[in-house]
């Protein structure tokens, strides 16, 4: 019987770093596709057919307050502005950064708390005023939560320049207003807060390990007693699990639906022709890499929707930019509708 004494000790220590490089392999995930739960596996990805370019990271979030982003939107009545919040565990702050991730400043929503707030979204009305809606709807243990809340408050003016407001100091918003709603069938878990931009509808899309999410409507009006939300469709995206769903935008002209989960984002386009948004819950969605992202709870469109912005939770994470090719091809197009 081979003896492990009678072995070279140069061989010996050379298997030993096989040994322990491979180890090392088998444990670290690669950059955007490390598995969400156990067995997940991330969606098939063709470069050749995509509407968007390479992800590339613009900049990092610098505020060290935002440690935990969940949610981005872009402002649609300031330039270069853009929003985020941290995930349960802080105040009831909101974060402004422009589209390198440079401070702009903090602010108190006036009149609310963050049980455990998931995403945010913007809005701008038909007289021209603009909104913030944040999501406080995690419910990660499927506690029963019967109480979801939407808050709405007006967006607060971002000063280009001076002294930037801290948690320490933050600058408070006008009061918020608050859809009180719950789900018609049982208790959820939701990440994503979708406000379509010309009606002003909102939708919440669950986030399911087992099964596709569920996105379900809730109307336009706040400030009435508790809702029961209705439920629309359901949703899923090319990725195991298929309905993990972290974070999703509505691009401005409401053609296009952008969802994210660990792995990367996917966009759903209404079909040419059709007015009915609530179709589009059942096309089918074009992958879009995102880079790397330690966790991925964050996405949205630009004030254009000719990009997406991501981030990631941890401290001073990516500001990620992915830009949406102005001009698609013939032969791309054709590839495009094969595959579709």
Known sequence: MFEYGSMPKRTIANNFIVVIFSALISVIPSACHRPVVEGGRPPLFDGEATDFQAAKVVGRIESGEITESSGIAVSKCQENVLWTHNDSGDGPFVFAMDATGRDLGTWKVTGAENIDWEDIATFRDAGGKCFVYVSDTGNSRRDPRTELKVYRFAEPTVAGSGPRSTRKEPAPTAPAEVLVFSYPDEPQDAETLLVHPASGEIYIATKDRKRAAGVYALGAVFGRQLITGRK???????????????????????????????????????????????????????????????????????????????????????????????????????????LL
């Open 232 to 338: 629309v469709s359901d949703l899923t995206v090319p990725a195991i699990p298929n309905g993990f769903l972290t974070g999703g935008d509505i691009s401005p002209d409401g053609r296009h639906l952008i969802i994210c989960d660990d792995f990367a984002a996917y966009e759903f386009t209404l079909p040419p022709g059709n007015a009915d948004f609530n179709n589009i819950w059942k096309q089918k969605p074009a992958v879009v890499e995102l880079g790397d992202r330690k966790q991925g709870e964050a996405v949205g469109y630009s004030a254009d929707g000719n990009s997406i912005f991501a981030t990631s939770e941890g401290k001073n994470p990516p500001l990620i930019r992915v830009n949406r090719r102005q001009i698609k091809t013939a032969a791309l197009r054709k590839r495009r509708s094969h």
